[in-house]
Structures are given as structure tokens and as C-alpha cells.
């Protein structure tokens, strides 16, 4: 009597920390992670087994999800097992970066079995996998206006651009000076935010208004903030 083979895709154990499925990503080059699949027993004729690396979507998961090609390498294959072996294995890359990112997942799993089956009679078995950021180096912010002095009627464009920064973080900035205030401009507030962009900055504009008041060097200082009821300066002043 034939006993039916069940194939597993076994929890990775970071052997530093002692966690499941997950590892520390590192700050540079990568990292091998080898994950094991194994048959309950010997069969005496071949099985063979896919296995595949995918993206997890945080609308899918809650999660955020790591990135093919940017936090880890897309690996795929078939395992075969010869008859009496139990166990196979396959590795996928994890990336190191500089770029807090937190904590990202993406999937790891089997499919497409012959000779044997999943767990429940199911049509494939998998598992997340977590990549955790290092302590999260120091972040930096510049901020660099288009010109050091504007006359009216001009526009100002200020660029921020950021180090160590996760995209889509959002950064909160205003515009201050001796008696400046909303009608000093014909366009842009004094106050708003933006988004960090995949490239690490983003940026804003405004145009001085003209009028015929006289009013002498006007001063801006424009500063940047890392909350909405900004009290926490993040860089430095900058002043045209």
C-alpha cells in the first residue's frame, strides 16, 4: 500500500536572531537566504515541486511589500527529488541599502507539485517573509530655493531633498518674514506639505504678487518640518 508524499516549504530561521521568516537586511550587498522543502518521506519514483518568490501588496496583506529588483532578487525553479531524497532546498538574494524602509514582506512559495501533495490536499502552500531594516541611519534634509533674491511678480521654487528618508513620508513647510503674509504672494501658501519621492525630494513653489506698496528688502524664511503642527524643524533655515 502506497503512502501518499506530503511536501512542506519549512519556516527560515534567522541564525543570528533565532526569528521566523525573517532577517535583518544590512546595509549594503546581500544576503542569502536558503529556504528548505521538505517530504514527509522516501518515495520510490521522482517528485517534482515549483517553487517561486512573489511581491506582496500591503492592500493584500497590511503590510508593506518589498520590492523584486530593489529589496530582494525574484528567484523561481522546479525541485526535484530523486527517489529517497527528502529534502531540497532553494535561495533567494536580499538586497542591503542605506534607505530606511522599515519593515517590508514579500511571498515565498511552492506550486505545481507531482508525485506529491500540499498540506490539506491544497493546491500550493506558502509563507511571508520579512525583510527588517537596520537601526535606521540618520536622515538628513536640504532645502535650496531657486535664487537667493527675487524681485515681485517672480516665482520661487524651492527644492528638499532628503538622505535616509522612506518614500512617501510626509514633510510639512512655511514661509515667514518680517510682515509677510498671504497677500504678498499671487500664488502658493504660506504653509503645506509635501511627499518624499522615490528619488529622496520633492518641491514647491510660490510667486511673489506685484503691488504698488513700498516695502523695501523683504526677507522669506522658509523651513521645513517633520509634523503637521510643526514643532519639529527637520534642516536648516533657508532665506532668500
Not at 504678487?209 to 503642527?229: C, H, Q, R
Request: aromatic share 8%; proline share 3%.
Amino acid at each position: 500500500m502506497s503512502v501518499t508524499k506530503i511536501l512542506s516549504l519549512e519556516n527560515f530561521q534567522d541564525p543570528i536572531t533565532g526569528s521566523n521568516n525573517r532577517i535583518t537586511e544590512g546595509n549594503s550587498g546581500s544576503k542569502q537566504v536558503t529556504f528548505v522543502v521538505k517530504l514527509s518521506s522516501p518515495s520510490a519514483s521522482v517528485v517534482n515541486v515549483n517553487y517561486l518568490t512573489q511581491d506582496i501588496y500591503a492592500v493584500d496583506t497590511g503590510k508593506v511589500g518589498a520590492k523584486s529588483g530593489e529589496d530582494y532578487i525574484a528567484s523561481s525553479g522546479t525541485l526535484t527529488f530523486a527517489p529517497g531524497e527528502t529534502i531540497k532546498t532553494f535561495s533567494v538574494s536580499i538586497l542591503g541599502d542605506t534607505i530606511y524602509e522599515g519593515t517590508e514582506t514579500f511571498g515565498v512559495g511552492l506550486r505545481y507539485a507531482s508525485g506529491a501533495i500540499f498540506t490539506g490536499n491544497q493546491s500550493q502552500t506558502s509563507l511571508a517573509f520579512s525583510i527588517v531594516d537596520d537601526r535606521p541611519p540618520t536622515p538628513t534634509y536640504t532645502l535650496t530655493p531657486s535664487a537667493s533674491s527675487i524681485n515681485e511678480g517672480t516665482t520661487l521654487t524651492t527644492s528638499v531633498a532628503t538622505t535616509n528618508v522612506a518614500s512617501g513620508n510626509a514633510l510639512y513647510y512655511s514661509i515667514t518674514g518680517n510682515g509677510i503674509t498671504t497677500s504678498d504672494f499671487s500664488s502658493g501658501a504660506l504653509t503645506g506639505s509635501g511627499s518624499v519621492g522615490s528619488n529622496g525630494s520633492f518641491s514647491f513653489s510660490h510667486t511673489l504678487a506685484n503691488d504698488l506698496t513700498t516695502e523695501g528688502t523683504e526677507t522669506l524664511n522658509i523651513k521645513l518640518f517633520s509634523d503637521s503642527s510643526r514643532s519639529t524643524q527637520v534642516g536648516s533655515t533657508a532665506s532668500v
